[in-house]
Nanobody, 119 residues
């Protein structure tokens, strides 16, 4: 079983910064993608950023230039540095890890951490 432990959410004023961390434990595929998604009330859960074990990165257009994702493969930990936060960044942020092994697809979620940006 895989577990994801998130930390770092909170309340911040617009223009401020927060850093999210997520550590994965359990039997995780050696080649995987870890990332962050977010979901605001009444909306879909959307990708914020993800990063592969090889270092390939994707960002949502709305966060490019403001957010930076990184990871420590030895610790199975992913980080999201969020700068220049805007009220529209307010959401529950979910950590995700996924990988393929043979014909199977593995996909796990954290419980989510609230990020609230006040104007």
């Amino acid at each position: 079983q895989v577990q994801l432990a998130e930390s770092g959410g909170g309340l911040v004023q617009a223009g401020g910064s927060l850093r999210l961390s997520c550590s994965a434990s359990g039997s995780i595929g050696s080649a995987n993608t870890m990332g962050w998604y977010r979901q605001a009330p009444g909306l879909h859960r959307d990708l914020v950023a993800d990063i592969t074990t090889g270092g390939s990165i994707n960002y949502a257009d709305s966060v490019k230039g403001r957010f930076t994702i990184s990871r420590d493969n030895a610790k199975n930990t992913v980080y999201l540095q969020m700068n220049s936060l805007k009220p529209e960044d307010t959401a529950v942020y979910f950590c995700n890890v996924h990988w393929e092994s043979g014909l199977r697809y593995y996909n796990y979620w954290g419980q989510g951490t609230q990020v609230t940006v006040s104007s």
